[in-house]
């Protein structure tokens, strides 16, 4: 039971259709347009616009009866008017200190101007800007985890909830007394909670992690997660150690580190900034996967979004090197959204530099499912998915709300569902502090 409950604890889960036009004239150079579909006999038409890796591997993305739907090109996507305000009004105080540490940093956007070229800084600034991007107060889901095989899904799975919440750089202009924090003298930058409701041996775990402020700063005081577990056999609570996040968990492909390609801790790694590239990817579902329903088509091997919306994004190619010798990566490149900083792809190459793990991700956004005929959310009657809330006025938030790892030495992969994810807070302070707070574990259910 105590190996479901470690498990469990690594794999915390973090979640369309434009309103706004794209462009509907033909790119120059971009050999598809906005409205049209691809199917697999035309797949050809996206090799340029593919990272190579995944071209070479899109025996597992592709498949006879696709339809991919082309949607804009380069749409820009702003975040709420607040988060935008807070990037502007702290424009210019951000700084790289020590080991890659954030120094400086309030709220909104660390970095608005890099040249990925001629900064030898632009790597890690890059990964900031995608750590501290807008999402809103973090994360609130029900989470489906299985894992695959060429196909065949495995006995191994899970089911539960999860809520991620960024208690510092608010961006709410009710914190601005409190440093930017839902509280005064806050340590924790985020906590995030899970729940497991499946399977039945499973079911009753809950976990709870705190990443602190100061893994944000150098190394050597750096302060690692905290992470305690539930475990309803033994009724009472472990704290288990995070060192752990980058290993194999229960013999998958997985490990917590690959979530949402990167949620590590920065300074643990050194960054790099390889390049930029115009890119195709699925981004603006107009479908629902788990927890709404299992008719969603994810391919032959269980791993695909072809039959999706996808568009062209401008992406910023990083590559991170860790520190720690032991880490099972050489090294991860990760495509980031040049526009909404979210992850689009990442590779991830083992000691020997071959070629290991390919993760990729869809999105959901928070404007484009308000009700709309065909983009409703049908768990809520008047089809809203995501609410604005005092201090936000309007969400503005692309997320991801699927991501899914392919082992490509062994064929084998992992699969995790959120289509519900959304950034909600709570509604009282009251709330926060009882959710956050370790003595909730001991009391169980």
């Known amino acids: 039971m105590f190996r479901l409950a470690l498990f469990a604890a690594l794999l915390v889960a973090n979640l369309a259709y434009g309103a706004e036009k794209g462009t509907d004239d033909v790119v120059p150079g971009v050999p598809f347009k906005e409205g049209d579909v691809i199917e697999f006999n035309s797949v050809e038409k996206l090799k340029d616009f593919l990272p190579p890796e995944f071209w070479e591997n899109r025996e597992y993305f592709f498949f006879e009866g696709m339809q991919l739907q082309v949607g804009p090109t380069f749409k820009s996507y702003p975040p709420a008017p607040e988060y935008a305000a807070a990037s502007e009004g702290n424009r210019g105080k951000a700084k790289i200190g020590q080991d890659g540490a954030l120094t400086s940093y309030d709220a909104g956007l660390p970095f608005p101007d890099i040249d990925c070229q001629g900064d030898p800084e632009a790597g890690t600034k890059l990964i900031w800007n995608f750590t501290k991007r807008w999402e809103g107060d973090g994360s609130r889901s029900k989470w489906s985890y299985t894992y695959w095989d060429r196909g065949e899904q495995l006995p191994l799975y899970y089911e539960g909830t999860?809520?991620?919440?960024?208690?510092?750089?608010?961006?709410?202009?009710?914190?601005?007394?409190?440093?930017?924090?839902?509280?005064?003298?806050?340590?924790?930058?985020?906590?995030?909670?899970?729940?497991?409701?499946?399977?039945?041996?499973?079911?009753?775990?809950?976990?709870?992690?705190?990443?602190?402020?100061?893994?944000?700063?150098?190394?050597?005081?750096?302060?690692?997660?905290?992470?305690?577990?539930?475990?309803?056999?033994?009724?009472?609570?472990?704290?288990?150690?995070?060192?752990?996040?980058?290993?194999?968990?229960?013999?998958?492909?997985?490990?917590?580190?690959?979530?949402?390609?990167?949620?590590?801790?920065?300074?643990?790694?050194?960054?790099?900034?390889?390049?930029?590239?115009?890119?195709?990817?699925?981004?603006?579902?107009?479908?629902?996967?788990?927890?709404?329903?299992?008719?969603?088509?994810?391919?032959?091997?269980?791993?695909?979004?072809?039959?999706?919306?996808?568009?062209?994004?401008?992406?910023?190619?990083?590559?991170?090197?860790?520190?720690?010798?032991?880490?099972?990566?050489?090294?991860?490149?990760?495509?980031i959204d040049a526009d909404t900083w979210e992850p689009l792809y990442s590779f991830a190459y083992d000691r020997k530099k071959e070629l290991w793990k390919i993760i990729w991700h869809i999105h959901r956004n928070s404007e484009d499912w308000k009700g709309p005929p065909g983009l409703s959310d049908p768990s809520n009657k008047d089809g809203v998915w995501y609410r604005p809330w005092e201090g936000v006025s309007q969400v503005n938030d692309v997320r991801v709300v699927g991501d899914i790892i392919v082992n490509v030495q062994t064929g084998t992969?992992?699969?995790?569902?959120?289509w519900d994810n959304d950034g909600e807070p709570f509604d009282s302070k009251g709330k926060i502090r009882r959710y956050i707070d370790i003595g909730r574990l001991n009391k169980g259910r």
């Open 413 to 418: 992969g992992n699969r995790i569902e959120f």
């Open 162 to 335: 999860a809520k991620f919440i960024n208690l510092t750089n608010r961006v709410e202009a009710a914190y601005a007394e409190t440093d930017h924090a839902y509280f005064p003298n806050e340590k924790r930058s985020q906590v995030s909670g899970v729940e497991v409701d499946a399977p039945f041996d499973a079911r009753g775990i809950l976990i709870l992690t705190y990443r602190y402020i100061a893994a944000e700063g150098p190394l050597a005081s750096a302060k690692n997660d905290d992470t305690w577990v539930y475990v309803p056999d033994l009724r009472r609570v472990r704290r288990i150690s995070t060192a752990q996040r980058t290993d194999s968990v229960q013999g998958t492909d997985f490990t917590r580190d690959d979530l949402r390609s990167f949620d590590g801790v920065v300074p643990q790694y050194t960054w790099k900034c390889i390049g930029e590239k115009d890119v195709i990817a699925p981004f603006n579902t107009r479908s629902l996967a788990f927890p709404y329903g299992d008719t969603y088509n994810f391919g032959p091997y269980g791993f695909s979004f072809a039959s999706d919306n996808w568009e062209t994004r401008h992406a910023y190619i990083i590559r991170f090197d860790p520190r720690n010798e032991d880490h099972p990566y050489h090294h991860k490149d990760i495509y």
